[in-house]
């Protein structure tokens, strides 16, 4: 089955950076996604890797390495609506939905 | 121009109650979803339908039964509501028939906060 593991809370200041990591297992691989989902709202699509090494995004940026099992989300430049929580997902063995892990909790305050 | 939508927003019941929640996408996605978060945030696919034609159906309760009018509707319909059924429900959609494929993301509607006492 599909594992995944991502730190429950991060706190951190404006205008740091934090990386948000994730390790997962899984039967099968066919990518992973970083999703923002702030308080009382839905998640939205932040990024895809599906092969090895970095894809970058404005201040955010998302690190793959299949044969670790291992992601990473960069955020640089923190703002105050950067507060909210990131989700880590990967497709589900036959790749028709995504499983999601419990989801990191960033607070960032001034 | 709202891309994935759901009524009602808030739901409040009683035990034992039936209740439906409906959602609907005018992206022209063939595959939609309903997604159960709970209190810690944990968000779990529940169905999955393509072209209405049911292709997940992770272990939830057999109270829950979705229903695809047609490819652009999926509703959830839920018999004789718990106490644990008190969460925030999503819908999501996405192009495609393989699910969530390089750039086929997700997109999730507001979500439905059901609370049941």
């Known amino acids: 089955g599909q594992n995944i593991d991502q730190p429950t809370e991060m706190t951190a200041t404006e205008g740091a950076i934090v990386q948000i990591n994730c390790t997962y297992q899984?039967?099968?691989?066919?990518?992973l996604f970083w999703y923002q989902q702030h308080a009382g709202e839905a998640p939205t699509f932040l990024s895809y890797?599906?092969?090895?090494g970095l894809e970058e995004k404005g201040r955010f940026s998302s690190f793959l390495s299949r044969s670790k099992g291992y992601s990473y989300l960069l955020l640089k430049e923190l703002q105050m609506k950067d507060s909210a929580s990131y989700l880590c997902?990967?497709?589900?063995?036959?790749?028709?939905?995504?499983?999601f892990g419990k989801g990191t909790t960033l607070s960032v305050s001034s | 121009d709202t891309a994935v939508s759901q009524t009602p927003k808030y739901l409040v019941t009683q035990m034992g109650n039936d209740k439906s929640i409906k959602c609907e996408q005018n992206?022209?996605?063939?595959?939609m979803y309903w997604y159960k978060q709970d209190s810690k945030k944990f968000l779990k696919i529940m169905f999955s339908?393509?072209?209405?034609?049911?292709?997940i159906n992770e272990t939830v309760p057999n109270r829950f039964s979705p229903k695809s009018p047609d490819k652009a509707h999926l509703n959830l319909h839920i018999n004789s509501l718990e106490l644990g059924d008190s969460a925030v429900y999503f819908c999501?959609?996405?192009?495609?028939?393989?699910?969530?494929?390089?750039?086929?993301?997700?997109?999730f509607g507001p979500g439905t906060r059901l609370t049941v006492l």
């Open positions: 999501a959609s996405t192009s495609g028939s393989g699910g969530p494929r390089p750039y086929n993301e997700q997109f």
């Open positions: 899984t039967s099968g691989f066919n990518g």
């Open positions: 890797n599906v092969l090895d």
């Open positions: 997902a990967v497709t589900n063995q036959a790749g028709t939905a995504l499983i």
């Open positions: 992206l022209g996605h063939d595959t």
């Open positions: 339908y393509n072209n209405k034609e049911l292709i």
